[in-house]
């Protein structure tokens, strides 16, 4: 059955930059007629996601972005699952907490609260096939009308040169006794290296419910979750942590691009298509992580949704080309970290990073890291073979793992 309806703009792909730009323009534009088509079937179990992201730091002109100012009240505060007032790394010879507040969005609290904000603006189980002109048309022949086509699909295979991938399983823990974390623990690496720089993750949701996660910085995107999950409880296990039961999985491989002469390059649907999230390259180089950007790309098109189509893809693809140009230091550190150091000594790269001072590591997480950062994250001898190092972060490279 074809149905023929007139939108102000259609969002295609229903993630996290779709969701988080749709609600902006409900809250700022409410007279804007929005839709977001959704391949997923709404009926079919999904694996859940956590999206966290570190308070932009006061040393960020808060300015720059006003959805991160006062977090807690706003509309991307009233999405947060859970805040914590800091958090705390630990290195073979580091254990440092700090106070960073730090916040999750679990991926079922997001959708409840979409479903109920944009509930006239959703359609699931409709993977979108063609856009022509002004045209929307689904794998089942549907067609909706817009105005302005939002390419919000997600990662783009083949976008950009791989340098190496973040990848992680992470189980929801509930125990018999209270664990006794007051913070997450953004990273354990006093765990055996492997694959990698290797680190545990753990989020506590409340006194008995954790989510751990074992994550790798590792040359290949390769899961084997039977192993991951045998970890994950071997890890809980020596915490002494007594399992009740175990709740949802996540999992994921995060591409991570490398410095190479090659630019980021994803195919546009039609000439008139705009391109948001990680479609458009709207990620943090060296974590993978897309929350900030998200909500930064969300903006930038509330900014400019007053454009006509062509004058939109335009201005946000002049956007995601500022922000990828942006992030050559972050790709110039990904060469180092997994072309120059081995493997099992990458740990001692971010061992050293977390001993600098809170206001650079949260600029660094929101990809704001100023020169003077950059020189005090590179000054010193690098903590792994300095040659190597030194090469990899200055040359380009085409080298390309899995
Ligand atoms: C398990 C996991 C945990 C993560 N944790 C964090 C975190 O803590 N912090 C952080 O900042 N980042 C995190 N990330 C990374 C990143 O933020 C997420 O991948 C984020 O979801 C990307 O947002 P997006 O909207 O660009 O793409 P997605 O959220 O992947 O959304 C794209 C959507 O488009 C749909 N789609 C694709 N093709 C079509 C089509 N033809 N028609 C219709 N729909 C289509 C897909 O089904 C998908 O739902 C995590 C990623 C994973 C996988």
Redesign the pocket.
Known sequence: MVVRQNYDVIF???????GLSALLLRENRPELKVLI????DIETPE?P?????QTLPASIDPSQSKSFSQVRSNWLGRLISKSWTGYEVRFPDLDRRLDIPYHSIRSQDFWDHLKIELSDSLIFG????EVKGTTVTGANGSQWQANRVID????AKDAFPVAGYQKFVGLNLKLKKPHGLKAPILMDARVEQVDGFRFLYTLPWDELNLLVEDTHYSNDDHLDIPHYRKEILAYAKAQGWEIESIGEM???A?ALPSYSKRNFFSEKLSPHTAQL???AGL?HATT?????D?VLGAEQLLNTIHLEADALETSLSRYSDERWEAQEFYRRLNNMLFFAAIPENRYKVLERFYQHDPDLISRFYAGKTSAQDKFRIMSGKPPIAMKQAIYHFFNRSEVQHG
């Open positions: 295609i792909g229903g993630g996290l930059a779709a088509i959704e391949a997923r694996l996601q956590t999206w966290s992201f409709s993977s979108v096939t919000s699909r997600g990662w996540e999992q994921g995060l999230g990680v479609r990620f993978g992580y897309s929350i900030y998200a």
